[in-house]
Structure formats: structure tokens, C-alpha cells
């Protein structure tokens, strides 16, 4: 019988980071979106940790109360000066909710160039940008960049997928499916992985109970309709073992919902082998390459491509794209998969702070500066205790 859910951890909460000021920062795309961050900080730095999201996920997945989670990591190993994007991806803005025609070019070219913009704008010229991105995150961050849509990146922990997108075959049938039957046909203008909790009777409430026929690994209709909208497997996006039984049932509120054109995006980039424009004929997007591995060999950031040995959704990406990379610079990157892990939870599982996160400082400790002179640039006030900007 499957499970109804109940909510225990309160939706957006900030109760996972305590004892640091948290400051919200809102921005505008180049594309006139309103997107925001916020700003984790217990004192000034000249190394920032910058995180990102994936597809239909947002801040929270970094900052769950129920497990020893990143922010709170990183502050407490030397990084004290850590910020999240919500980027248009992010379940905490409506875009995903209506049939929008984003790819992850426009993402690339208007998302983190303005993003970057605002932290430099206060954390100032001579910090040092780190950035940690998961899943579609991860692979539109790396167009950005590679794409030379942002500069001044000191290092870059890309997880499960990069510039390679490899899904495997069940994965491709959707990829090629769901947008056409799903949105063309039967009229959805979005996935939900909180389908089956949906008011009354919906198309998302009826794809949820065809989830949890096929998919009997568990008791939570949010898993099953995850395993259904990303990957292949019982369950595809992580292991249940990983996960603490609270974050297992709330995966309606940590994922929420997606429209079906980034799918389109990346069907193209598994098509091509790599990540590609999707449309070369938009003249806002003139400036990023049709291939994002043109200027591959200009690109001095160094990667980090992380993976977990069970990846269900994005397979090998990361492999073979630091293979690649490796023909093209060898030594500048690097590559870690880590057993026992899949997709999702190498950020969400209860142990991370064990088998994951030290991979993660490791790597920040390797390329943060040495300099021991403090900060010339004089960081802007704190607001006067905004509501709902600090964590208790």
C-alpha cells in the first residue's frame, strides 16, 4: 500500500545551517528572470564555495536539517563563506510550471554570467570562485564556462555529468518519448514528482499511480514518479540504504517539477556525443560555440568530475568526458567515483559527511590560494535581520 505523505520538515526551511548569518541576494538573469541566492557566512574569506543545483531540486538539497549536509560542512572545515543558486532549473520558482521552451544554452548564457556577476559584486575582485554543480547544473555550469560565458573561476566539483551526457537505453526511450506523448499529446505542461499529492484528479496524479504499478521497491509514490522521470532502475536516482527514511518520503518537496524541454537538450547532447547548442539559430545565444568542447584546450580551471560507481541516471558521463579532456589536457582535471553512491544521493545521503564531503574539501584545500593577508575588499552591511533569513 503506498504511503501517504506528511510532512516533517517544513518546505525551503533553513533549520540545516546554523550559527552563521544567512543573507538572501536576488538577481536578474541577462534574459530578465528574477533567480536568487543565498549567502551562508560566519566571517570573511578569500575562498568562496559557490553551489548549484540540478534539474527540479533547489537550495534545500544542500541544506537538509535531517543530515550532517554541505553548507554546514564546508563552514565547519574551513570554508566559511558558502553560497547557493537557485537558478531557473529550481523548484522554488515557478518556471518549470507552464510549457516554456528553455535549454540549457539560455541557462549558460544568462543564468551564471549574472550570477557570478552578483558574488563578485560582494565578495569583491580578489576572492576566489569555487564551484560545486550537480546534474543539469553541473552540465549547463560547465557550458558556461567552457563556453567563456564566465571567467574567474578558480576550481569546478562537477557531479554525475558534464559535457558528455550518456544515459542508458531505457533512459534514451524516454528522452525520446515523453516530451512528444506526455506534452504534444496528452497536454502536460510539467513532470511532478509530487504528482500523486496533486488536488483532486490531474494527469500528474494518474503518471504517479502508473509509477507505482511498475515500480514496487518501495511505499513512496515521490520515488517511484522520480525513477519514472529521470534514470532507469528500482530505484534509479540513489540508493535507499543511503538515505535517511525522512528524505526518502519527502521527495515530492526536494525535487519538485520540470517542464519537458531541457529532456529535448539533452536527447540532442546524447545524440552528439557531447554537449551542443541546441538551437544555432537564436542570435542572443551567437556568442557560446555550437560545441562546447571547442575551446576545451583555453580553459585553465581545473575539474573535478566526480561520480558516484551506481550512477543509474547519467551512467559513465563523467568518465568518459574526463577521458576526453584528458587527450585534449593531460593532468589539468581530475576524476573520483565513489562506490557505493549513485546520482542523487551523493548529497543527500545520511553519510556523506563520511564517504563524500572530505572528497569535496579536499579538493577546495588543493586549489584555494595561500595568501594569508586579509581581505582588502570590505564586504556590504548585513540587512537589519530580514525575515526568514536566518537559521535558527
Known amino acids: 500500500m503506498l504511503k501517504p505523505y506528511h510532512r516533517q520538515i517544513p518546505l525551503y526551511t533553513l533549520e540545516g545551517v546554523r550559527d552563521a548569518h544567512v543573507s538572501p541576494h536576488a538577481f536578474t538573469s541577462g534574459d530578465k528572470l528574477g533567480l536568487s541566492m543565498l549567502r551562508f557566512q560566519?566571517?570573511?574569506?578569500?575562498?568562496?564555495?559557490?553551489?548549484?543545483?540540478?534539474?527540479?531540486?533547489?537550495?534545500?538539497?544542500?541544506?537538509?536539517?535531517?543530515?550532517?549536509?554541505?553548507?554546514s560542512y564546508l563552514l565547519d572545515h574551513g570554508f566559511p563563506d558558502v553560497w547557493t543558486l537557485d537558478f531557473r532549473m529550481s523548484n522554488r520558482f515557478p518556471y518549470n510550471l507552464q510549457r516554456q521552451r528553455f535549454d540549457m544554452d539560455d541557462i549558460a548564457a544568462f543564468d551564471f554570467p549574472a550570477a557570478i556577476a552578483e558574488l563578485r559584486a560582494q565578495v569583491g575582485p580578489d576572492a576566489r570562485i569555487h564551484v560545486i554543480c550537480h546534474c543539469l547544473g553541473a552540465v549547463s555550469f560547465m557550458m558556461s564556462l567552457f563556453g567563456r560565458a564566465v571567467t574567474g573561476i578558480t576550481s569546478v566539483i562537477a557531479n554525475s555529468v558534464a559535457l558528455t551526457p550518456r544515459v542508458p537505453n531505457w533512459s534514451k526511450v524516454k528522452l525520446w518519448m515523453a516530451p512528444f506523448f506526455l506534452e504534444q499529446l496528452a497536454g502536460m505542461p510539467y513532470l511532478n514528482a509530487a504528482g500523486a499529492e496533486e488536488g483532486g484528479l490531474s494527469r500528474n496524479k494518474l503518471l504517479a499511480k502508473v509509477a507505482g504499478l511498475i515500480h514496487?521497491?518501495?511505499?513512496?509514490?515521490?520515488?517511484?514518479?522520480?525513477?519514472?522521470?529521470?534514470?532507469?532502475?528500482?530505484?534509479?536516482?540513489y540508493s535507499h540504504e543511503n538515505l535517511q527514511p525522512v528524505t526518502h518520503e519527502r521527495g515530492g518537496d526536494l525535487y519538485g517539477a520540470t517542464g519537458f524541454h531541457y529532456y529535448r537538450h539533452v536527447r540532442k547532447m546524447v545524440k552528439a556525443g557531447g554537449a551542443v547548442k541546441y538551437d544555432r539559430r537564436k542570435s542572443s545565444l551567437s556568442h557560446l560555440p555550437d560545441d562546447y568542447f571547442q575551446y576545451a584546450k583555453d580553459i585553465q580551471t581545473p575539474v573535478l568530475f566526480y561520480t558516484g560507481a551506481d550512477n543509474h541516471v547519467f551512467t559513465d558521463s563523467n568518465i568518459v568526458c574526463h577521458q576526453r579532456l584528458e587527450t585534449l589536457v593531460p593532468g589539468r582535471h581530475a576524476l573520483r567515483v565513489v562506490s557505493g553512491y549513485g546520482h542523487q544521493d551523493v548529497f543527500m545521503g545520511k553519510d556523506c559527511h563520511r564517504d563524500v564531503f572530505p572528497h569535496f574539501v579536499s579538493w577546495l584545500e588543493k586549489h584555494r590560494g595561500t595568501r594569508s593577508r586579509p581581505l582588502r575588499f570590505v564586504p556590504s552591511p548585513r540587512p537589519a535581520e530580514p525575515p526568514s533569513a536566518h537559521a535558527h
Open 216 to 237: 514496487r521497491e518501495c511505499d513512496v509514490p515521490a520515488c517511484h514518479t522520480l525513477s519514472l522521470m529521470w534514470g532507469t532502475g528500482f530505484p534509479a536516482l
Open 42 to 71: 560566519r566571517e570573511p574569506s578569500e575562498d568562496v564555495v559557490l553551489i548549484i543545483h540540478g534539474l527540479t531540486t533547489s537550495t534545500d538539497m544542500f541544506i537538509m536539517p535531517e543530515h550532517y549536509n554541505l553548507v
